[in-house]
């Protein structure tokens, strides 16, 4: 998944789901906690990936993933291609208004509007630059 996405969350807690990624999302999605204080919406195929990886775990270490299931949102897109954010995970990721929907490659993630900005304004091309060398690139 790719593209960034700015979209508004309803008084409802609606929230739209852009076309390119409701066909890349599938019929049903998973929406959970992110890292860096953001949701992730994980495809069916990824969270069966990320499901059966926590199942392997030792009970020790698989605890520590209680709030991420406890708290992840099985979604269907009502007729307008939109889901509801439960209150929980709007809290977490400090969404009130204005969002940002971006792709990251086997997911997308949903971001307060402020806080997407502090993260690209952080991103220099020497940044970039090392990320790339990190990775092996």
Known sequence: MTGTYEHNIDAK?????????????????????????????????????????????????????????ANAAKCELDSQGRIVVPQKLRKYAGLEKETVIIGVNDRAEIWAA?????????????????CMAELGF
């Open 114 to 130: 402020d806080r997407w900005k502090e993260q690209e304004e952080e991103m220099t091309p020497e940044m970039m630059a090392a």
């Open 13 to 69: 807690g609606r929230l739209f789901i852009p076309a390119k990624l409701r066909e890349e999302l599938g019929v049903t999605f998973y929406l959970a906690m992110g890292v860096d204080a953001c949701l992730a919406i994980y495809p069916q195929a990824t969270w069966d990936r990320f499901t059966e990886k926590f199942a392997s775990l030792p009970m020790s270490q698989s605890k520590a993933m209680r709030p991420l299931f």
